[in-house]
């Protein structure tokens, strides 16, 4: 399988450069850029059919980097996360083609986009140091590029410029980490290899320490809070179908490095491990989704989900960690389960809300939820999806998003059960009661996002969207919505394709376990297709009584209005106005009124409300403007004389070899 993993990169770039040089021969770009998402369809295909009998494969040649050898290699952990990339990348590369209308994308755009699929592929199979740092790079800045592919607007590049920082932040963390991990094989080519940090015997003490800087340095991609801040500014900049593959697998990314670094330390797990994952899942599934909720933009909204979702998988990893350090199989299975499953459901459902995203912006011209409305009936393919992955994502049955947290509930439920002290029920009922607010706060965020775009009229007269999209951007998402049915019903299909990451995490402990799993999974594929059946069944019937009974649609009861104005309706900030307000202190919710304070008001008022993230405008602002001020007093250092510029390069040279003599 990795050499087919290995000719799909070559495609990839080929076709990448090919697109760059003939970029205004726009049938051939046409050509060229199907041929990734058939590429990638076919690996896909291949990859889940032969993951039932899949033996881990590598790759080691040499290389004329310093300390270093070109070592790759698949397991079934790289594997399972590729599934999810390679069905992104089919559908977002399809959509790609016509989200640009009649004005072409910039010369170097699907270049940069199949270096971004390049090097998330090489991140997943990369098996030393050097080879997966410099991935990481072609991965961050490509994405980079992506971001600022629009970068006349300000805010777009200083969206990129944010995002480039924090990726660069997160790269000096991952750097000391692998350093501490290589530490005890001296400066040989063993210490930048991953063989050698699996086979090691680590300290407590700096076991502790590598996790530490692993948690930053992955965090800074992966997303969770307070790591965030370059989400909700990178995803509105990027295309739509570039937020698709970035919120969708890009930052999981990071959650597959910290898996990774995990794996390395699984003879290391500890209580205290545990909770950490737990307390950084817990707030940011609770303090995102709470920041989506007050969100007025679609794609900023949609960012700030993401938080939430990979607090819910740093939930699943805690109670994985947590069941293993406890000697709890089952709990530690039912956890890494649903956190691995969340991994590839939620690229489903929010690859899905992106490129719907991505459809009502392209046909209305803004992503502004309060100057939208009524877009059902003009796009109702659209529609349609988009509430499929609403749904998908607050965790309600059918779709795929239920199956995981449902896989993470059970653990801590079986947590909650258990004899053996207080400390295992006590942490694991803190699971149950923050994913059961999580799941609640998202079904009101995205009940707000469905009902106020797409239900109801227009609220600005200039939104007249011409239909639904073109059809290679339904095709796209129309693929994905496919997968997410497929993983909602029929999610027993998943579990053989967790057995192999399990053993990995668990370090062998689920052998015995996955029987629950089966049995679970068997059970919710059993009932969940019998009620969508029965679902169908009432709506054709409603639709044919109606039909029948001559009953016609009329406008709904204004309460005494006779000529109900669209500004009558919900808008997004009175939607959620009950949770913003309760939770005001969390969010820094700000509410503005102009107007007079008169009973019968002659002037209309206006009323508006926003949230404010105050990890951005008043942590690392605060610490950019502090570090601002320390770097400008070596300024001097920077003379712009050429003459002591060699001097510094004699003097660097001279401290390293001193440097190498006494160590």
Same mark, same amino acid.
């Given at each position: 399988?990795?050499?087919?993993?290995?000719?799909?990169?070559?495609?990839?770039?080929?076709?990448?450069?090919?697109?760059?040089?003939?970029?205004?021969?726009?049938?051939?770009?046409?050509?060229?850029?199907?041929?990734?998402?058939?590429?990638?369809?076919?690996?896909?295909?291949?990859?889940?059919?032969?993951?039932?009998?899949?033996?881990?494969?590598?790759?080691?040649?040499?290389?004329?980097?310093?300390?270093?050898?070109?070592?790759?290699?698949?397991?079934?952990?790289? /594997?399972?996360?590729?599934?999810?990339?390679?069905?992104?990348?089919?559908?977002?590369?399809?959509?790609?083609?016509?989200?640009?209308?009649?004005?072409?994308?910039?010369?170097?755009?699907?270049?940069?986009?199949?270096?971004?699929?390049?090097?998330?592929?090489?991140?997943?199979?990369?098996?030393?140091?050097?080879?997966?740092?410099?991935?990481?790079?072609?991965?961050?800045?490509?994405?980079?590029?992506?971001?600022?592919?629009?970068?006349?607007?300000?805010?777009?590049?200083?969206?990129?410029?944010?995002?480039?920082?924090?990726?660069?932040?997160?790269?000096?963390?991952?750097?000391?980490?692998?350093?501490?991990?290589?530490?005890?094989?001296?400066?040989?080519?063993?210490?930048?290899?991953?063989?050698?940090?699996?086979?090691?015997?680590?300290?407590?003490?700096?076991?502790?320490?590598?996790?530490? #800087?692993?948690?930053?340095?992955?965090?800074? &991609?992966?997303?969770?809070?307070?790591? =965030?801040?370059?989400?909700?500014?990178?995803?509105?900049?990027?295309?739509? =179908?570039?937020?698709?593959?970035?919120?969708? $697998?890009?930052?999981?990314?990071?959650?597959?490095?910290?898996?990774?670094?995990?794996?390395?330390?699984?003879?290391?797990?500890?209580?205290?491990?545990?909770?950490?994952?737990?307390?950084?899942?817990?707030?940011?599934?609770?303090?995102?989704?709470? #920041?989506?909720?007050?969100?007025?933009?679609?794609?900023?909204?949609?960012?700030?989900?993401?938080?939430?979702?990979?607090?819910?998988?740093?939930?699943?990893?805690?109670?994985?960690? %947590?069941?293993?350090?406890?000697? =709890?199989?089952?709990?530690?299975? #039912?956890?890494?389960?649903?956190?691995?499953?969340?991994?590839?459901? =939620?690229?489903?459902?929010?690859? *899905?809300?992106?490129?719907?995203?991505?459809?009502?912006?392209?046909?209305?011209?803004?992503?502004?939820?309060?100057?939208?409305?009524?877009? %059902? &009936?003009?796009?109702?393919?659209?529609?349609?999806?988009?509430?499929?992955?609403?749904?998908?994502?607050?965790?309600?049955?059918?779709?795929?998003?239920?199956?995981?947290?449902?896989?993470?509930?059970?653990?801590?439920?079986?947590?909650?059960?258990?004899?053996?002290?207080?400390?295992?029920?006590?942490?694991?009922?803190?699971?149950?009661?923050?994913?059961?607010?999580?799941?609640?706060?998202?079904?009101?965020? #995205?009940?707000?996002?469905?009902?106020?775009?797409?239900?109801?009229?227009?609220?600005?007269?200039?939104?007249?969207?011409?239909?639904?999209?073109?059809? *290679?951007?339904?095709?796209?998402?129309?693929?994905?919505?496919?997968?997410?049915?497929?993983?909602?019903?029929?999610?027993?299909?998943?579990?053989?394709?967790?057995?192999?990451?399990? *053993?990995?995490?668990?370090?062998?402990?689920?052998?015995?376990?996955?029987?629950?799993?089966?049995?679970?999974?068997?059970? /919710?594929?059993?009932?969940?297709?019998?009620?969508?059946?029965? $679902?169908?069944?009432?709506?054709?019937?409603?639709?044919?009584?109606?039909?029948?009974?001559?009953?016609?649609?009329?406008?709904?009861?204004?309460?005494?209005?006779?000529?109900?104005?669209?500004?009558?309706?919900?808008?997004?900030?009175?939607?959620?106005?009950?949770?913003?307000?309760?939770?005001?202190?969390?969010?820094?919710?700000?509410?503005?009124?102009?107007?007079?304070?008169?009973?019968?008001?002659?002037?209309?008022?206006?009323?508006?409300?926003?949230?404010?993230?105050?990890?951005?405008?008043?942590?690392?602002?605060?610490?950019?403007?502090?570090?601002?001020?320390?770097?400008?007093?070596?300024?001097?250092?920077?003379?712009? &004389?050429?003459?002591?510029?060699?001097?510094?390069?004699?003097?660097?040279?001279?401290?390293?070899?001193?440097?190498?003599?006494?160590?």
């Amino acid at each position: 399988m990795l050499k087919f993993i290995i000719i799909y990169l070559f495609i990839l770039i080929a076709a990448g450069i090919i697109t760059t040089v003939i970029h205004k021969r726009k049938k051939t770009v046409k050509f060229l850029i199907p041929l990734i998402s058939i590429a990638a369809g076919l690996l896909l295909v291949y990859t889940v059919m032969g993951f039932r009998s899949f033996q881990p494969e590598s790759l080691k040649t040499g290389w004329s980097m310093p300390l270093a050898d070109i070592e790759i290699a698949l397991d079934s952990l790289s /594997l399972f996360i590729m599934v999810p990339l390679l069905i992104l990348t089919a559908a977002t590369s399809i959509y790609g083609l016509q989200y640009f209308g009649t004005t072409p994308p910039g010369r170097m755009h699907w270049l940069n986009f199949s270096l971004l699929t390049a090097g998330m592929i090489m991140v997943l199979i990369s098996r030393n140091v050097l080879l997966f740092m410099l991935s990481w790079e072609i991965m961050s800045f490509s994405s980079f590029l992506l971001v600022i592919s629009n970068a006349e607007k300000d805010s777009i590049r200083r969206a990129g410029w944010i995002y480039l920082i924090s990726a660069h932040l997160g790269t000096a963390f991952l750097f000391t980490a692998f350093f501490l991990l290589g530490k005890g094989a001296g400066y040989g080519s063993e210490s930048f290899s991953f063989s050698y940090f699996s086979a090691q015997n680590l300290s407590a003490a700096r076991a502790n320490l590598i996790l530490i #800087f692993a948690l930053a340095g992955f965090g800074l &991609k992966a997303g969770f809070i307070p790591f =965030h801040i370059w989400l909700p500014l990178a995803h509105p900049a990027a295309p739509s =179908h570039v937020s698709a593959l970035m919120s969708g $697998i890009m930052i999981k990314m990071g959650i597959y490095g910290i898996l990774r670094v995990l794996s390395f330390l699984s003879d290391q797990y500890t209580t205290w491990w545990a909770v950490m994952f737990i307390t950084i899942g817990a707030a940011s599934g609770i303090i995102g989704i709470m #920041f989506a909720i007050g969100q007025h933009d679609i794609k900023r909204l949609l960012a700030y989900s993401s938080v939430e979702n990979i607090g819910i998988i740093m939930l699943g990893i805690g109670l994985g960690i %947590l069941g293993v350090s406890t000697g =709890h199989p089952m709990i530690s299975t #039912f956890g890494f389960a649903g956190a691995l499953l969340h991994i590839l459901n =939620h690229a489903l459902f929010k690859g *899905l809300l992106f490129l719907g995203a991505g459809a009502v912006i392209r046909q209305n011209g803004t992503g502004e939820i309060d100057t939208l409305g009524g877009l %059902l &009936k003009k796009m109702p393919l659209t529609g349609t999806l988009f509430l499929a992955a609403s749904i998908a994502i607050s965790g309600l049955p059918l779709f795929n998003g239920f199956i995981s947290e449902i896989f993470i509930y059970a653990g801590a439920i079986t947590g909650v059960l258990i004899d053996g002290g207080a400390v295992l029920p006590l942490i694991s009922a803190l699971i149950v009661m923050s994913l059961a607010l999580i799941g609640g706060l998202a079904a009101a965020c #995205f009940a707000k996002v469905f009902g106020v775009i797409f239900q109801g009229s227009p609220r600005m007269s200039r939104i007249k969207p011409n239909g639904d999209v073109p059809a *290679l951007m339904r095709g796209g998402m129309l693929f994905v919505a496919a997968f997410l049915l497929i993983t909602g019903l029929f999610s027993f299909l998943l579990v053989p394709l967790l057995e192999g990451p399990l *053993l990995i995490m668990t370090a062998g402990e689920s052998a015995g376990h996955m029987a629950p799993l089966f049995e679970l999974s068997k059970s /919710l594929s059993r009932i969940l297709p019998f009620i969508l059946g029965i $679902i169908i069944l009432f709506t054709i019937a409603g639709s044919l009584r109606r039909r029948k009974r001559g009953i016609r649609p009329s406008e709904t009861w204004g309460c005494g209005y006779t000529r109900p104005e669209p500004s009558m309706q919900y808008t997004a900030s009175s939607f959620t106005e009950p949770i913003t307000e309760q939770f005001s202190t969390l969010t820094a919710s700000r509410r503005k009124r102009e107007g007079g304070t008169e009973l019968f008001p002659v002037k209309p008022w206006i009323f508006s409300s926003n949230s404010n993230d105050w990890f951005l405008s008043g942590i690392f602002i605060r610490l950019a403007k502090v570090l601002d001020k320390l770097l400008s007093l070596l300024r001097w250092f920077q003379c712009g &004389k050429a003459g002591i510029y060699v001097l510094y390069i004699t003097a660097a040279v001279i401290i390293l070899f001193i440097w190498k003599f006494i160590i």
